[in-house]
């Protein structure tokens, strides 16, 4: 038989307290981390029928273990223990069931793979081994200690049930009690020299194929003891872990009651709740919690969600801490939201679907953590302040992150080394946030202590500038009234249209403000580069006879050297102070003329300047005493001037629009009918109408096409323009609305834009006039020219048609339905020379016109139709014959159809219509 002891005691405090020399410490870790990546390729061959020979400790997962699936569920807990006391009787399962286990953890749903459903599953695990006499003696309190044993368990040394997690013969449900470092303590009795420990368990079937239930088992790779009681609780103990979790919840809330006084920096709070959130992760796997929740279910619904939730805050810490200012990246905000999304339906989805949901959790967190990496790269590389000494704590953070996640899926050893790297970073950023308040108050004691050297140099410079103040205020005033006139006449020239007024008031100020008396103003005309005058002051007009006055308004001058001074002005673009006028010094025509008919002494000539064009010239100038200007009045003159060169501009401009706008309004009105125009020009475009009642013609010129072959283009063109221009004087005098003409085909409607009962009367009369203009222009053709005319046929029908307009670049007025289609086709049907009309056009015409039925004619695509030649007037209500011209009896029913009132012949019934 084989002994196995072990040296090293049970893994307590003492024993941890031995730790390497530091040039051990990378060649331990790499080595740490190997072990657990080969798992069981590297675990030691199991010992089969081990002994226990002295009282130390024993490592029960070396041992030779064996398990096999339960069917009869409802007596397991008897068949469990019938197996622990290895009397023979026990056949259930038979031995042949059972596999022996490779190594540690054992996962049930993995060591016997079964599909994914909502079954529970029951198995046996069973090993034995030998104690002599001298170890039990030394095993006072003898106790299991199981670091990893769920979801439903119950377990038997030698027919003796030591520990449960289910009622006695419980076979229905499951309430998980999922245990960490669980220690069963037994009777010392109860131990023989040969000894079976059988363990019952009970767990759900994967709820996906993401996750086989690792917790379904014992999940954890070692540390399986049996030993002394005392000694195995000491060794699970976690009272400072669990202190240091409460200092966890000290800092976030420190953290976010930071924020609420200060709300400009969220990364406090955001740091906060991360803490907080951490802090009941690593709570809800502690020893004593599984101890305390008999339903470790209500764990798992904490400690799951925690994960994506941190994860999320802390991404949002980082990004708040670095980047307080910029909008959130949107990779960062899908991270957020595959989080959120993850840690909700952990909270809301079943228990057997948790770990299912952590496991694809685990998949989105992969870019997220190499989101994080760059991210901390971008930090350092743009050198923002503590982005080095804080990216070194989240790297060690996020690698043992990292081994969290590949223990609770890869490893299942148990070890949470999260908490650690998030102390590393609590007391770097703890130490940066000091730093930076050490960096604050040390900039405050240097401000302090030149604070008096400051204020007297600061002092200094205030009476300096106060001097300045002092100097350019007097010039300030005078400006702030300068500017208040300008805004006056800014706001009245936004205000009216009326320039002539807005330019009146200006040179007013002038000649007020500075004592002006005279005041010229002269345009300049570009294209024939000459100027003329346009407006004098009123007291000019009184200083001056009405022949003078008349001579400079009816001369234009040219804009060459003859000017003399207003050409100077006008090159140099600059305003010209003559503070003197001699005779003798006037060279130029213009400038004697100036002196000899106005005898001015003195004058201010001012370019008016628009976009560096010169648009004219004002003189200004005083009758009884010579003008005294300072710079600074020339100057505030100049700027007045600009204003009015501004406003003329701006009349000029006003009136170059109006102008444009009446010729578009003009072409508007030719290609839309006018209330379809006012429509599109007050509100931009045009609803679309349904009109129930319209009457619909279309005009089309025989042979045509052949014809028009056999034309010049320009004869062609000009005899089209005439006829057409004809057809739309008729239509205009009847109140039909033209619609378009489409080659030689012409088409027009009524009651279309102005709804009225006569529509279908206008109509004809409009079609009877077209008829006949042609008729009389073939006429006229055959006697000078003896040629051929084109001959015309004419379609009419009523009906409903939807209209609106069509088109952004050449939009276009038309109509739509099937009654354009049927007017069509009544035109298509005719014979040249003749008005073609439908049945509801003749009802509504025949009590003024007289019809020749046709008949039912074929019609395309609507089988047949009744149409009527129309033939003239009634021969009753016509000064002529044949009918063309209405008579006051015409004009007398038309005015009772106007006014909405039903025509009916003598002999027709109330319900039918007599034919003409």
Known sequence: MVSFMNDSGIGTRAGRARRPGIKYAIPALAMFFLAFALGPKLAAEPLENSVVENGEAFDLSRLGWRAAPLEDSENATAIARAYSLDDGAAQTPPPDRFVSVAAFPIRMNRLFPTDVGPELRDFLLTTSFSINATATERL???????????????????????????????????????????????DRDVLNETNRLVIHLRGYAPATPLADNFLFG?????????????????????????????????????????????????????????????????????????????????????????????????????????????????????????NL??????????????????????????????????????????????????????????????????????????????????????????????????????????????????????????????????????????????IEKLSEFSRLLNETTNYEEVVLRIFEYIEVTFDIEGIWLLRVDRPTQEFYLTRVSAASLEHYDDETIAFFRNTRFKLDESAGTIYHVYQKKKPLFLRRIRLDRASQPFDRLVVERLGLESALDVPLVIHGDVTGVVIFTRYQRSLNLSRGDIGTITRFCAQVAGVLHTASLFQQVEREREKSDRLLYNILPDAIADE??????????????????????????????????????????????????????????????????????????????????????????????????????????????????????TGPVISGVIGRARFAYDIWGDAVNLASRMETAGTPGLINISQKSYDRVKYFFDCEYRGRIPVKNRGQENMYYVKGIRASLSKTQPGRVPDDDFRRLYDRLHSGARLRFKSESSASGAGS
């Not at 520990?163 to 999922?178: I, N």
């Not at 050490?438 to 401000?447: G, I, K």
């Not at 679309?688 to 028009?708: N, Q, W």
Request: charged share 20%; glycine share 8%.
């Open 140 to 186: 006072r309190q003898p106790a299991l200690l199981l670091p990893g044993i769920g979801e439903g368990w119950s377990v038997f040394l030698n027919g003796v049930q030591i520990g449960s997690s289910t009622g006695e013969g419980s076979a229905q449900g499951l309430t998980p009690r999922y245990m960490r470092n669980l220690v069963l303590p037994f």
């Open 218 to 338: 014992l999940t954890v790779n070692r540390g399986y003891l049996l030993g002394s009681e005392n000694a195995l609780k000491a060794s699970t103990e976690q009272y400072g872990e669990i202190t240091l979790y409460g200092v966890y919840i000290f800092f976030g809330l420190y953290h976010i009651f930071l924020f609420l006084h200060r709300r400009k920096e969220r990364y406090n709070l955001f740091f906060g709740l991360f803490s907080i959130v951490l802090a009941l992760y690593l709570l809800a796997f502690t020893n004593r919690a599984f101890q305390m929740v008999e339903n470790s279910a209500y764990l798992i619904l904490i400690a799951y969600p925690a994960q994506p939730l941190a994860l999320a805050l802390f991404l949002l810490f980082l990004e708040s801490y670095f980047y307080p200012d910029r909008p959130m990246p949107r990779i960062l905000i899908g991270g957020l939201a595959a």
């Open 341 to 482: 999304s993850v840690a909700a339906f952990l909270l809301i989805s079943p228990y057997r679907f948790a770990q299912s949901g952590l496991i694809f959790w685990y998949l989105l967190a992969a870019p997220q953590i190499l989101y994080l990496l760059a991210f901390i790269a971008g930090t350092i590389r743009r050198r923002l302040p503590d982005a080095r000494k804080l990216a070194m704590a989240l790297v060690m953070g996020l690698a043992l992150m990292v081994w969290d996640i590949l223990d609770t899926v890869l490893f299942r050893t148990q070890i949470r080394l999260i908490q650690f790297g998030h102390l590393t970073i609590i007391m770097v950023l703890v130490g940066l946030l000091a730093r930076r308040f050490v960096r604050v108050y040390n900039q405050s004691e240097e401000l302090a202590a030149n604070l008096d050297s400051k204020v007297s140099e600061r002092t200094l410079e205030l009476q300096k500038a106060w001097q300045k103040l002092e100097s350019a205020y007097r010039q300030a005033e005078g400006s702030r009234k300068e």
């Open 680 to 797: 599109l020009k007050e509100k931009g475009q045009v609803r679309p109408r349904k009109h129930e009642d319209v009457t619909i013609l279309f005009t089309d010129f025989k042979s045509f096409t052949s014809e028009a072959e056999q034309m010049p283009v320009e004869e062609l063109v000009e005899d089209l323009d005439a006829v057409f221009e004809q057809f739309d004087r008729v239509c205009a005098r009847y109140g039909i609305d033209k619609l378009k003409t489409i080659g030689d085909s012409y088409m027009a409607a009524g009651g279309l834009t102005v709804v009225n009962h006569t529509h279908p009367v206008d109509v004809v009369l409009a079609a009877m006039d077209i008829m006949d203009f042609v008729t009389q222009v073939n006429e006229i053709r055959r006697e000078i020219t003896g040629g051929k005319f084109w001959t015309m046929r004419i379609g009419v029908h």
